[in-house]
Structures are given as structure tokens and as C-alpha cells.
């Protein structure tokens, strides 16, 4: 038997010699598809207000614009692991009820009056609201205000697909029944270190269905004159679980940051990707030797192991800077690394 | 060799005969030497005010009322586990640092202007607020205010002891220095579920030096009209860890509850000894048979395994308790056990 | 009002002024009441064997000589937290069956041809096995063999009592029905690291009903020829918990260490306190300056925070100990404390 | 501006309308892109001599033929998310020393007298052996014996690659030096529930660097009379990591089962993808639909979600199978799921 032949006979038994792709498979370093990105809510917003007007949400289950990586065309992703799109819904109008494995979140960007029912509890929104609607808990929507809403919609589908692990169902009516009282996952965790000792978990996530953009401030305001926190990310605060002390889904981690005006981060790597939206002030992130200019609502990906440092270009006002990212995957299957990293320019 | 022989001769070699010992080594459910109790403010302050006169603080290490219970005179405790005391500080001084295993925390019931200083950060106190010295943390005392401050001290010294591991050391000067922003524990973790993502656990507990009774009373709001919580308890909230969402310290659970005007809680018994202090509000809890009327400040036992019930006796008031029990410990050794149980009376 | 007057008010109080006790209260480091002590076999086994003819099994619900501590006579216990005891039980007799809350096991001393029915499974006897009965598990024993069969009976009463966490229930027959195969426990669990994927833990305790000497013995000559292991503790296993990787039990850890020939241990304390039994060999243990000779069977107590040093006196023969501690307990509850320390002599 | 103008400007922008893509990103149950597929033990065995005797390890680093199943070409992989290979390696030859991110196990098929070097220790192999290389070990091959060796090859780097979590190293030299015992991690931890005192975790994987065939039979063996297991598995062990009792590597779980002489299973099917392979005897798998024969060595897939049915088709031998699975990965992220389902055939 010559080796062609072997070659030839192998192909046909399902087998294929590793020596011919193993630079491949074992790369000397991770390399994303993902490329550092940002996409720019002035630009996409009157998009966004376009379509409101011409698709219907019974044509649209969802009337989101996904905020495609570009080296991430398809499937579609924002980073490897995270998807991030622009959702908008109109006064007066209903978003059907569904529910999928795919962990969500909403992150309110411009807006009051509208809902979402997660699991029988109308979650209200506000600017600067954390909603989580957690893998496989019923969610649907409603607006009562009288201006559009508009949020940044998150969901880990690119891991859970990569997975093979999504599963998706309808509601059989287009709104689910209330059941609960408005606001309670909130209300009752108003704290996380004051937790309602006649209740226990029951999932993996966060019960605390909306962080509302109030608490968040004041925790942020409250730190405001002690120590720089970390030198690359400033003042940075987690989002956690009140019944762990861990990440708000086992799947994504939240975080705000404040970067001080003038805050010249220190350069680092890591392997979890990050999807960033501007929630106040004016700057820029240095991603592998690609500047990012930001401002408000503005929303950049930094690809895993992508070197990054982050800049607030103000003299005078502080930048806040909400971020997901995959963390929490990263570590819970031991793969998580970090090191100080310069991204140059 | 006769029975009698061979007795006298066990003796002497450090051996008994278990069959005469059985039933008391063995008894068929707990029956603690505590009894239930209560310790009345208004009686108690007027003697604290006296020796805050009479006693000087180089005198006495501490100038402290040990609440001692009926069943528990030497060692003195006021649970099985845990002791609870009434401590006064006035204007001007200051008290000895040191440091011990046990676990403490000092919940405030008057005066403002005074602080502790726990590891070289300055903790303020003021009415309401839950203050923690975790084991073996350095803290000294110092009253800048215009009154006495007077706060509920507790710790877990009977357990400690009884478990003989105990250790006490006396800072070489009376006032260690401060290293830390004020306050600093407690604002980075003004919401337990946002915290500093710069910082990692560096013990078995809380990093909140403070949990402030304004922080505590939002909590408590933010239920107030969603349901009525535990039926025994009433809306009942418990203090936790940041990092692990479990109690603040591992040998001291602490719980805030409310019980709407009019309440009649259901019976109740568990292996954990509790020691009650009140917020505010008038009403009784009835153990074992024995009725504890209770208003404003007074402290009072629920020992291990008594049945017990809540009253709040007033028709327009909320009652308000705060509490503490060693849960934990019973939880972590596997021997935690409850069940309805009616008081009687 | 003069200090004597209200010191006597505050007594019809219930309170105490701490001042008074504090000392006491706070001692610079742990001093056990239990003093260093060891219990010798060939005098005792005399004892054992008489009671055996004097005394039936329906008079006395266990057989069983105390080993009490000479500074823990009442109540009866042989370190602080732990309790060690002979058991004998002739052939054809049987034991009542019964359970509590206390955490048991027996260490195999002499004898075969018994078992202990431990919730509906049969679980043998043969010397050198560790035999576990976790709190509130139903057991009683039979013993079919021809020769007295004795044990080191091994129970946590003195922590639990102290807990005041004690229960206890007969069974309503003498002997309970078996429902499970004989020794399904032990052998399911024959190696830890390999379990059984369609069981699920069931409590805190190992399922590992039976821990046979010779699997122990198997896995002390698997590492006969690496390291020396611990130079304070030789060559030292400790027993697990399949599901955890933990302590067999809560309360108790288990360990088997063999002390090569000559062996002359460092010097250590720690807060737990430990009771030993010799499997083989002839040897000392210096516990603060007392020298406790020990040989085959023989049991002895190291206090809490006592300093000790194990020597093998033999220059030929391994000698192999059998260890229990609360160890567990104190790392729980953030009590464990070690350091190198010389115990003199 | 026309919808057509929109989609237009989306484009530009890096924006894509999720209403487009919906029904893609969202399926209703997961259908694996990997298809049920077995490898011929008796079919790859005579390419992979030929191979040893055409390709030296200078050219190869690693002689290895890559199970690719037919709906994972490229990149390859058995399953979604873990590759099997069969490796050879002949006497005299040594393989390069390297490491990788990529958690790694090998399953011996024949030969004796080989070693792999794992961070410094000398493990050997024998037929059944499981031998352990978690992410970021150096480790090479040795072979000394005098026959060819051939094992299955395990990896997670289609999962570690689809996360971009790779990273890959050479040694400086072609063998690491031997710093330990031979075989140490395997004999410290000869069972699981007897650990080595004196050591601490130093990762998230198992110690025991090799789970020798001899301790797998005797486990087997013990639980020969008792239950028959799980109606779906038959009797299946899972190899554990004696630190936590869980998998012994975060990414890959790995287990070992007995069918019984004409052991007809109950139909089941879960999120976890899995790769088996045939100890001994001679059955059948049905996976959706599709009956997959094998005997011995042989290798199959069944892809996460597809329902199957284990088949001992011998009315008088036991089937002997050892399987691995990324049952650890769903489980950690919350996506685990399984359901009794019938897979037809």
C-alpha cells in the first residue's frame, strides 16, 4: 500500500491524518475572527426609526437591527460568543411572547412607559435599566409610553448555538398572564446583601429582574472619592447574583465602569470578549492598534485576547461605560487568562 | 473480678461504663439551658449612663452590660452560642485596639459622632446601623460626638470558647492607624449586587463594614407591598456577604424584619438560638409558653428548638426587629433542623 | 445611685458588667480543658470482657467503655468535641436499633462475623475497617461470628450536645429490615473517583458505608516508595466523601498515616483537637511536654492547640496510626489556626 | 428614504435586520451538525501500522488519525465539541514535548511499555489505561516496549478553538527532565476517597494522572451483584477528581459501563454530545434511527440530542464500554437537558 492510497482508503473510513492540519488546530495563540469595531448610534438610530414606521410586529417577532462583527458575518455575531442589537418598539404596540435557552438582556438606551413580562412580572424600563430575562423564562413586551423605545439588546445565541444547545418556543397567546407583583425580582433584592430570607434560587441567574439605572448611580456615585480602582478599567462595578456573589447568568457578566476625566487606562489582554455601550461622555478604546472613538450610545466590541486600553478624552466630565462579555464562560471551564498587553497607537 | 471491682478499677484507668450515662448523653430532642428572656431598655439604660460616669475606659476595656441569661450565668451568655451587651462611649474618648477570634458586630441604638476603626478604615455609626468586626480584625473605638452613643455589642464568644479557639491580642498602641478612605468597605459595596471588580475576597467574610439603616430601611421599603413574606416572620431580610451571597459572617447570621400592624405569626421552632433587638414598634413574641412583651431597643432570646411567635400588637404601627442567630453554624455542620411548632400561651 | 447599688440592680436585670469577667472571656490563645492522655488497650480489654458476661445487651443499650479525658469527666468526652469508646458484642447477640443526630462511625479492633445494618444495608465487620453511621441514620448490630467482636466506638456527642443540637429515637423493633445488598454502599463506592452516575448524594456525609482495610492498606502501599508525605505527619490519607472531596462527615475527619521506621516528626499545632488509635506498631507522641507511649490498639488524645511530635521508636517496623479531628468543624467556621511549635521533652 | 435605501445604508454601517435571520438563530431544539457515526477498530488499525512504518515523528509531531465525522469536515472533529484519534507510536521513538490549552486524555488500545512525561512524571500505559493531560501540561511520549503502542487520543479542541481560547508552546527540548515519581499522581491517589493530607489542588483538574485499567475492573467488579444501574447505561461509573468528586477535567467528563449479556436500554437523549469506546463484547447503538454495530475498539458518535439506545446483542458476555462526553461544559453553563426519547429503529 503507497500513502495515497492509505490517504485515499482513510477518506473513505472517516479518518484524516492529523499532521496535515495541526498548525491549524493548535494556533501558538488565540486569534478572533472577531475584528475591533464599533457601530455608531447616530448613524443608526434614524434606521432605526425607519423601520418602526414601515415593518409591523406582527411582520418582525422582534424589530431589532443586529450590530454585525465584521468578521462575523455568518452566522452573525457581534463578538465569538455575544450578539448585541438595537431593538425598537412604539407606543401602543405588543412584542409576542417567546422564550429560548439563549440567556438575554435588555440595556434601555431612550425611553419610558413600555414593559417587559418576564415569567408573569411586568418589568419596567428606564434609561439606563438592566433588565435580564435568564435562559428559558417567558418574555414579552409592551409600550404604554408616547415616544419610541429603544434599547440595546443582548443575547449569548452565538455560544449557545456554537453549542448546539438553543431551544426556542412560543407562547400560545401573544402576551402572557401578569402573575406577580410589578417590579418584584427588583424590588425584593433592592440590595443584593439584603436578600428576602423567605425565598430560594431557583435557577442558575439573577432574580433580580431590572437593575434600575437609579441604584446603579448611586453605587457608582458612592465610590466616587475613594481610590482609582483598577488602572486599566477605573471605578468598575460587576453585577452580580445576590444568591452567589456571581455573575448575573451563568453565561454573561455585566459591568459599568467610570473613567475619570482625562483617565489614561493601562494596556491588557484576555480571553473573554467584550461588547461595550457608552452610556455618558466622550473617548476612545485603542483595540490592537485601532483607535475606537466613542460617544453616548455608541456601542464597540472588543474581540477576545485583543489588546485594549480605554480613554476618556474629556478634561472635565467622566465617561460611563456599560460592557458584557463572556467572563464567566471563560472561567467556569478553566480557559480564562489575562496579561498586561500594549495595543500600541 | 466483680462488677464493683472492675468499676473502681475503670475509674482508674480513665474509662466510665456508657450504660450508666445513656439518657443524658442521648437526649430524645434539644432542651437548651437558655430560657426565653427579655432585657428592657428603659431599665437598663439609666445603670449604663451611671458607670459611663463612675468608670473610666482605662478601667474598664470595654464599658459594657453584658445581657446575661437566666440559664447561662457562668460562662455568661445570653444564647447558647452567642452573647449580646449594651455598650456606652461618650464624648471625647476613645477605647483600646485589639483584636480577637471571635466574631463581632455592634448594631447602634443612640447617638451619632462616634466611629470604629476596623482595619485601619474609619467606620462612622449612626441609629439603625449594623456594624461588623469580623475575627481577628484590629478595632478600637473614638466618640467625637455631644452625647452618648450606645450601641447593641455582639459576639460569638461562647461558641468560640467552646469550641477552644479563642485568641486575644491587645494593640501595642490604643489607636491603630487609619489606612483606609472612610467608610470605605461599606460604600464599595453600597449594593451588595454591584460590586468592585477590582477587589477579591480576603476572608470567610463580609467586606461590608457598614450596612447603614438608610441602606436597610430602602430595602425594607421597597417590599413594603408586595407579598406579606414569611408567615412566621413577616417580611424578613437577611444580611449578606457580597462575594457569597450567604451570611455575613460564618458563625453570625443577621436578619431585619417587619411585621405589618396586626400580625400573628405562625408557630415555629428551629436548632438555631436567636437573640432579638428592637427597631421600633410594641408587640410580644410568646416562647415555650412564656409571653415577652417588647417595645423600642429591648433585647430578647429565643433559645435553640423553642417554639416561638411574633405579635405585633399595635393596629396602625409596624413593628421592626433586627436579629442575629448562629444558623450558619448549625447549617454548616449539617445539624440544622425546624418544623411548625405552636408556643402556646 | 453608688456603684454597689446599681451593680446589684443590674443583677435583678440580667445583666452583668463585663469588665468584670473580661479576661476570661477573651483568653490570649486557646488552653483545652482536655489534658494529653492515652488509653491502654491490654488494660483495658480485661474490663471489656468481663462486663461482656456480666452485663446482657438488654440491660445496657450498647456495651461500651467510655475513654473520658481526665479534664472532661462530666460530661463524659475524650477531646473537647469528640468522643471515643470499646464496644463489645459477643456472638448471637444483637443490638437495639436506634439513631441520632450525632455523627458516628467504629473502627474495627478485633473480631469478625458481624455487622451493623445501617439504614436497610448490611454493613461487615473486619479489623481495620472504618464503618460510618452519619447523624440520623437508623442502626443497630448482630454479631454471628465466634469470638467477642470489639471496636473503637467514635461519636461527636460532646460538639453536638454543646450545640445543643441533640436527638435521639428508638426503632420500634430490636433490629430494623434489610433493603439494600450487603455492604452496596462500600461497594459502589469502592473507589472514590470512580461513582456511580445514576446516584445522587443524599446529605453531608459520605455514602461510603464501609471503608475496608484492605483498600486502605492497598492505597498506603501504593505510596510506600514516594515522598515522605508531611515531616509533622509522615505518610498521611485522609478518608473523603466521594461526592465532595471533603471530610467523610461534617464534624469528623478521618485519616490513616504510617510512620516509617525511626521516624522523629516535627512539631505542630493546630486548633483542632484529635483522638488516635494504633493500627500497628509501638511508638510516642509528645503533647506539651507529656510523653504518651503508645502500641497495638492503644488510644490517646491530643488536645486542641496542644503541641505535638509523633516518633516511631522502632528502627525496623512502620508503625500506622488511625486519627479523628474536628478539623472540619474549624475550618467551617474560620476557626482552624496552625503553626510549627516544639512540644518539648 | 425606501426600505431597500435602509438595508442599503444597514450594510454599510455593519447592521443586519435580525427579522431576517430569525428562524435560523433561534431553532426550536438543537440539531447537531456532527451525524451518528462509528470508526472501525479492525478497518484504521492496518492504515495506522502502515503510516508508523512511512512517516517518522520528526515529520509528524504526532501520528494520529483524526475520527472526523462526516458533518464536521472543517474544520474536524468527532463530535460539536471533542475530537477522538487513534495514535501510534513504536519502540524506540520518542514524541516532541508541548503543551496546550486544550485539555487532552489518552485511553489505551494495545502495547505495554510506553510512557507519557506530564509535568515532570513518568506515566506508563497499559491497555484500559486513562491517562490524564489537562490544558497547559507538558507532556511527551516515550516508548521502550517492543510492539507497537496505540491508544485513543482525546481533545477538546473543537470546544476550545470555537471559544478562541487556544493557546499551543513547544519545549525548548524534545523531552521535558522526570522530577517526580514515576507514576506518583496515580498511586497518591490510588482511590479517591483516601487523599494524600500533605497535598493541595494545584488546578481544576484531577490529579491522578492515570486511572489504571486494573482499578477500573475491581470497581466494576464490586458493583457486579448489586442494582442494575441506570436503565439507560447500565451500570456506569464516572471517573472523578478526588479534590471535588466532579469531572476530572472542566471541559470533558468521562465514564466507564457494563452492559449485561442482552441488555436492551431505555431510549434517552441530552444536550451533551458523547464519544464511545468499545472495551470488550459486541452490541449495537441506535441512534436517531440509526443502528450503529460494534465490537472491540471500535469507536462511535452520538451527537448531543439525538436520541439512543445501548444494545448488548450477546445472550452471554458483558459489553464493556468507556465513553466522554462535554456534559461538564453544559452543565456549568446552565444548558444542560435531558428527556427519556425513543430513537426509533
Redesign the interface.
Known sequence: ?T?DA?YK??EN???????R??G??????????AVP?S??WQ??R??LL??SR??SLD????????????GLID??ATV??LYA??QIILPGETAQAHR????AFRFILEGTGAWTTVNGERVHMAPGDLLLTP?WHWHDHTHQGDAPMIWLDALD?P???????????QYPQRLQPVTR?DD?GS????????????LTPD????P?TR?TWE??A??LD??A???E??DV?G???????????GPV???IGC??QRLRPGFHGAGRRH?A?TIFNVVRGEGATVVDGVRLDWSEHDTFAV???ASYRHLNTSASQDAVLFSYS?EP??R????Y?TEASDPGA
Open positions: 500500500m500513502d492509505s482508503a482513510l473510513l472517516g479518518a484524516a491524518p492529523l499532521w492540519f495541526y491549524n488546530l493548535f494556533p501558538a495563540e488565540p486569534r478572533s475572527r469595531h457601530w455608531s448613524d443608526l434614524p434606521h425607519h423601520f414601515t415593518l411582520e418582525a417577532e422582534r424589530r431589532v437591527l443586529m450590530l454585525v462583527n465584521p452566522p452573525p465569538n460568543t442589537g438595537l429560548h435557552t439563549s440567556n435562559g445565541y455560544l449557545v448555538n456554537a453549542l448546539e444547545a438553543g431551544f426556542y418556543e407583583p418584584a424590588r425584593q433584592f433592592l440590595h443584593g446583601r439584603l436578600t428576602p430570607a423567605w435557577g442558575p441567574s439573577s433580580v437593575y441604584e446603579t448611586r453605587a458612592a465610590v472619592d475613594t481610590a480602582g483598577s478599567d471605578i468598575v462595578l460587576e453585577y452580580t447574583n445576590p444568591w452567589t456573589g447568568m451563568p453565561t459591568r459599568v480571553t470578549s474581540p477576545g485576547w463572556d464562560v471563560m467556569s471551564l478553566g480557559l487568562r
